[in-house]
């Protein structure tokens, strides 16, 4: 009786099927070239009769490898993370890789399960691009700084490598930019003082700043989130700061920006200019159109990828350190006609109707004083 169809075929069924050893079929599994082709021939045909599908597990235990990387992100509905792992999962496709996504949301003990759990299911490198302050843990669980890159930001340990744009200099483009523009008073959402991407942004944002004797800026540190955005921009504009332009750490925080302005009917750039940080697909689209840093994601993920490979591969290493080049990308959001005065007086407006107080025209139409000269 032959073998029973919903049963699993093994190895050794092929074996037999094909009338050769157990070792040549994982020979041919792993397209060794010391097999005839007759030989290969037949084992194939062996595979596909039976519908033999090879043990991950099991070709991990000859081959000491599991082709299985992790990408640890901090939140993965952040429009930069999911085009970094598009990006990243078709690299590692090509060399035969398979990445598993691991939210941590930024939390020491997530990013300690994820890589524990990985680790006995033969995990063989990491991609860090969270921001979270797990560098340590991460660096501890490893054992072994070859089999991690880290991506997004910088690590603070000098002895591993990474994959990151130029956080300062893109920050103080844009900054140069709106204020090439006429803009003075120009706001900028930062992120965590913990994520060395924010600080490097925020410190290139100082500096275009300090540069024009007349500018000043207003800084409010969030997250890297929509809701830090919104929050951010209605302090702002119930504090009536007057305010001509703002600058948000990430194209996230841009959005949760844009849609208190747009609630607040504030027009972009005529009311107020906006801008963002990432260069991530969403902000691109016509529905957005947000003027923003583009760090080049996908070339960041391609990099990692062929550099964490390289580093498994390698019995000597040196950790590699490169920084990427932004690019400013103007849009609708900071480009356009700007009236200074009109814009100047919408905000006002909107400020007085969030406070209840008397709007600008309503007060410029009472006369003040008793009348008397």
């Known amino acids: 009786m032959g073998r029973r169809a919903s049963s699993r075929a093994t190895i050794v069924d092929v074996a037999g099927a094909a009338g050769v050893s157990v070792s040549t079929v994982s020979r041919v599994i792993r397209e060794h070239v010391d097999v005839r082709s007759e030989t290969r021939t037949k084992v194939q045909a062996a595979i596909e009769a039976l519908q033999y599908r090879p043990s991950q597990i099991a070709r991990a235990l000859v081959s000491g490898e599991t082709h299985l990387l992790a990408l640890l992100v901090s939140d ?55 921001v979270g302050r797990d560098e340590a843990i991460v660096l501890s669980v490893l054992g072994d700084h070859r089999r991690v890159v880290f991506v997004n930001r910088p690590p603070v340990d000098e002895s591993v490598s990474y994959v990151v744009s130029d956080n300062f200099g893109g920050a103080a483009e844009l900054t140069r930019h709106l204020l090439s523009s006429g803009h003075r008073r120009i706001g900028f959402i930062g992120g965590p003082s913990f994520a060395g991407n924010a600080t490097e942004r925020l410190r290139g944002f100082t500096q275009a700043m300090d540069e024009v004797a007349d500018a000043k800026g207003f800084v409010v540190q969030g997250e890297f989130s929509k809701t830090s955005g919104e929050r951010a921009v209605k302090k702002w504009l119930d504090e009536g700061c007057g305010l001509t332009a703002i600058i948000a750490i990430n194209d996230a925080v841009a959005l949760g920006a844009m849609e208190v302005l747009i609630r607040r009917s504030l027009r972009m750039p005529a009311d107020m200019a906006l801008a963002g940080f990432d260069g991530t697909a969403v902000a691109a689209s016509p529905v957005m159109s947000l003027t923003s840093v583009d760090q080049h994601i996908d070339e960041i993920g391609r990099q990692a990828v062929r550099l964490l490979l390289k ?30 005065r009109r814009r100047q007086a919408r905000v006002q407006t909107e400020r007085a109707r969030a406070t209840g107080a008397e709007e600008p025209s309503a007060r410029a139409d009472r006369p003040t004083g008793s009348g008397r000269s």
């Open 311 to 340: 580093q498994l591969g390698s019995e000597i290493f040196v950790p590699t350190r490169q920084v990427l080049p932004t690019k400013l990308l103007l849009r609708n959001t900071t480009e356009g006609a700007r009236r200074p």
């Open 76 to 130: 993965i509905t952040n429009p930069f993370y999911p085009q970094l792992a598009k990006s990243i999962e078709q690299e590692a496709a090509k060399a035969g890789y398979t990445v598993v996504i691991c939210n941590t949301d930024d939390r020491i003990a997530e990013t300690n399960r994820h890589l524990t759990r990985l680790l006995c299911q033969g995990l063989d490198g990491v991609i860090h691009a969270a």
